[in-house]
């Protein structure tokens, strides 16, 4: 199975603290990361935010948005009365000790402006939980639209890979009669260079025997095919899968420039050409595969 890392993803809830908005983008990463602009007072909620997200995917950045409509309370200021009886305790404790004179009233405890703290920043866990509803129900669009771009993806993965099944066949069917030609072209033009002279047949067969094994493209071949099995299997797979993937054409990216290099004939350089050629197509979709 494979899924998208692009997607997008709106929620909403209203509840008994206000009514809450979120919206989730993702797209392509290499690993897994987020950018979330949360109100005032959301700060120290972030990291459960991104608990939320890594639970639930694995690679993608993310940006989030949180847009926040308080209840009527919310957003008042709130007297700390604590604070407020310390800081008045400790102004008179200063005055006494330091016989200082003038009058300790309102307007001096009027500027502390400390003492004062805006509901906005008192965040409850009942907030939390009706935000989080929000966010679920964002997380379930955005999930959706990844997976539904992942299967347009796997489909044309797959096609692909099938492509590359037949052009691989080709090769091998091909190399064969490559191998023959080239070596009765390396005797011919052997022969004509010791013409004249004594010519020991099975040294000449010796040498031509060690070319083949050298320019042999049959273990490259082998690989290719392991390795687009593997492919079709990780596939089949639950994600993610997009970096095994990636490994993967890299890996046949090489092989197939080695058979290219060894082959020396023009039928199948050109299918490697091919080869390569449907491969980047799949390399570079696979970069949008978690």
């Given at each position: 199975m494979v899924r998208s890392m692009t997607g997008y993803g709106r929620g909403e809830y209203e509840g008994a603290t206000g009514s809450y908005l979120v919206e989730v983008a993702s797209t392509n990463h290499r690993y897994l990361e987020l950018k979330a602009r949360l109100p005032r007072g959301w700060t120290a909620f972030e990291p459960r935010v991104r608990e939320v997200i890594t639970r639930r995917f694995r690679r993608g950045h993310f940006d989030l948005f949180l847009v926040e409509r308080a209840d009527g309370t919310r957003g008042e200021p709130v007297l700390d009365w604590g604070l407020a009886e310390r800081y008045l305790e400790g102004i008179r404790q200063l005055k006494k000790r330091f016989r200082l004179p003038g009058r300790i009233?309102?307007?001096?405890?009027?500027?502390?402006?400390?003492?004062?703290?805006?509901?906005?920043?008192?965040?409850?866990?009942?907030?939390?939980?009706?935000?989080?509803?929000?966010?679920?129900?964002?997380?379930?669009?955005?999930?959706?639209?990844?997976?539904?771009?992942?299967?347009?993806?796997?489909?044309?993965?797959?096609?692909?890979?099938?492509?590359?099944?037949?052009?691989?066949?080709?090769?091998?069917?091909?190399?064969?009669?490559?191998?023959?030609?080239?070596?009765?072209?390396?005797?011919?033009?052997?022969?004509?260079?010791?013409?004249?002279?004594?010519l020991d047949g099975l040294r000449l067969e010796q040498e031509l025997s060690l070319w083949a094994e050298r320019w042999d493209i049959t273990e490259e071949c082998i690989r290719l095919e392991s390795h687009l099995r593997r492919a079709q299997e990780f596939l089949d797979q639950d994600p993610p899968c997009g970096r095994p993937l990636d490994f993967l054409f890299q890996e046949m990216h090489r092989e197939a420039n080695t058979i290219s290099s060894k082959a020396s004939d023009a039928m199948i350089s050109h299918q490697v050409i091919e080869f390569k050629t449907e491969l980047e197509k799949l390399r570079e979709q696979v970069q949008n595969v978690e």
């Amino acid at each position: 199975m494979v899924r998208s890392m692009t997607g997008y993803g709106r929620g909403e809830y209203e509840g008994a603290t206000g009514s809450y908005l979120v919206e989730v983008a993702s797209t392509n990463h290499r690993y897994l990361e987020l950018k979330a602009r949360l109100p005032r007072g959301w700060t120290a909620f972030e990291p459960r935010v991104r608990e939320v997200i890594t639970r639930r995917f694995r690679r993608g950045h993310f940006d989030l948005f949180l847009v926040e409509r308080a209840d009527g309370t919310r957003g008042e200021p709130v007297l700390d009365w604590g604070l407020a009886e310390r800081y008045l305790e400790g102004i008179r404790q200063l005055k006494k000790r330091f016989r200082l004179p003038g009058r300790i009233d309102i307007q001096l405890l009027a500027g502390a402006r400390e003492l004062f703290q805006s509901r906005d920043s008192l965040i409850t866990e009942e907030c939390w939980e009706e935000m989080r509803k929000a966010l679920d129900s964002a997380l379930d669009g955005l999930e959706e639209m990844r997976n539904r771009e992942g299967r347009a993806l796997e489909e044309q993965i797959r096609e692909g890979l099938e492509t590359m099944w037949g052009l691989l066949g080709s090769i091998r069917s091909r190399w064969p009669r490559a191998r023959d030609e080239h070596q009765q072209r390396i005797r011919e033009r052997i022969e004509q260079m010791m013409e004249g002279s004594s010519l020991d047949g099975l040294r000449l067969e010796q040498e031509l025997s060690l070319w083949a094994e050298r320019w042999d493209i049959t273990e490259e071949c082998i690989r290719l095919e392991s390795h687009l099995r593997r492919a079709q299997e990780f596939l089949d797979q639950d994600p993610p899968c997009g970096r095994p993937l990636d490994f993967l054409f890299q890996e046949m990216h090489r092989e197939a420039n080695t058979i290219s290099s060894k082959a020396s004939d023009a039928m199948i350089s050109h299918q490697v050409i091919e080869f390569k050629t449907e491969l980047e197509k799949l390399r570079e979709q696979v970069q949008n595969v978690e």
